[in-house]
């Protein structure tokens, strides 16, 4: 079973498993052959990417895993009223930055940085945050929705880090306004499906001086304004505006840009479907963590795959395991355990990784 970005369906092509929406409907169930009308259905429901029959696979259906761990989150009553409350804030978060970018409003940052904090204050643990986080998900997230999901993880690298209340605050805030100069970039260019030109990249990383520029006014942490510029540098001097390296980058910035990448990338994409954590772990381990701070990204990624620590998962080859033990070394590689008992080592195993949480 391989799972192919919808932009790739051929016809002829057999589901693996249930094509499914966002909130569980099936769509085309598994073992039937795809044509281009059930192609363009998929499209039609925003379905990013469906599991296909591998011919090499032995057992191309994997019915007997269990249900996908995201429809059991979709499912819960914790995650509707997590929705919920997770769209209000959005909505407060859109007018806010509205009537102050557009109409010069004034910017409550006292009152969006309350709602995140009840926003968080309601999920009890890491997994239930990030549970809820992933789910949340699909490819037509706005600025909004982005900023929202930063500073909630923010918070939490904040809290994992042991940082003290006001520090907490302020990187809340940081997370919080990171992007809002995207604001002044055109929505048709933030949402190009396909690749930006030159001059459209130019454009867009704009959106980091446009950021700083909106808050300079504003009596703000002056780290919440530096976090607006300079979360798209990277440790290792191959980022912008500046090409800084790591001592000239403001530290909450450095925080920002975690969680910045790692929203980004669990979110989908007209070209991809959003990448599970263990996926997310692997893409930073192997772009090389010295991009970033040593600090905070050890911290963030032993935290994230501490939180799967004994979840059931999906192989790229279609079987099913378990997590048993996480490799320091390697934290996106554990060792995990099949149905049959037998254990393996994916640090040794070649290019199998962990494709789903179950």
Not at 8 to 28: F, Y
């Amino acid at each position: 079973m391989k799972e192919v970005a919808s932009y790739n369906l051929k016809e002829g092509m057999i589901l693996a498993r249930d094509a499914t929406t966002r909130s569980g409907q099936v769509v085309i169930e598994k073992g039937k052959t795809l044509s281009k009308q059930s192609i363009l259905r998929l499209s039609f429901y925003n379905i990013q990417s469906a599991f296909i029959r591998d011919e090499e696979d032995e057992k191309p259906d994997v019915s007997s895993a269990p249900a996908a761990y995201s429809q059991k989150i979709k499912q819960s009553q914790k995650f509707q009223s997590f929705q919920i409350d997770h769209t209000i804030v959005l909505s407060q978060i859109k007018d806010s930055f509205e009537g102050y970018v557009n109409n010069g409003a004034p910017l409550d940052t006292e009152l969006l940085v309350s709602r995140v904090e009840e926003l968080f204050d309601s999920c009890k643990t890491s997994l239930e945050l990030f549970n809820m986080l992933h789910n949340m998900h699909s490819s037509d997230d706005s600025v909004y929705g982005h900023c929202l999901n930063v500073a909630l993880i923010c918070r939490q690298i904040g809290k994992w880090s042991k940082v003290d209340d006001d520090t907490l605050k302020t990187l809340t805030l940081a997370g919080l306004l990171h992007d809002i100069g995207k604001l002044k970039i055109p929505n048709e260019l933030l949402n190009k499906p396909g690749k930006y030109t030159d001059e459209e990249y130019a454009l867009v990383k704009m959106h980091t001086q446009y950021s700083y520029d909106l808050l300079a006014p504003l009596d703000l942490n002056e780290h919440v304004k530096a976090a607006a510029l300079y979360h798209h540098e990277r440790c290792d001097g191959s980022g912008y505006p500046n090409g800084l390296s790591k001592d000239e980058i403001d530290v909450y910035a450095r925080a920002v840009t975690i969680a910045d990448v790692y929203d980004a990338m669990t979110t989908a994409r007209s070209y991809r479907a959003p990448l599970c954590p263990f996926e997310v772990i692997e893409k930073f381990e192997r772009e090389g963590l010295q991009r970033y701070d040593t600090k905070f990204i050890l911290t963030f990624l032993n935290h994230i795959a501490n939180t799967y620590q004994n979840h059931r998962i999906l192989l790229s080859d279609g079987r099913s395991a378990n997590i048993v033990m996480l490799n320091n070394q390697h934290l996106s590689k554990p060792i995990v355990q099949l149905d049959d008992g037998s254990c393996i080592d994916l640090s040794t195993a070649g290019g199998l990784h962990i494709q789903a949480v179950l």
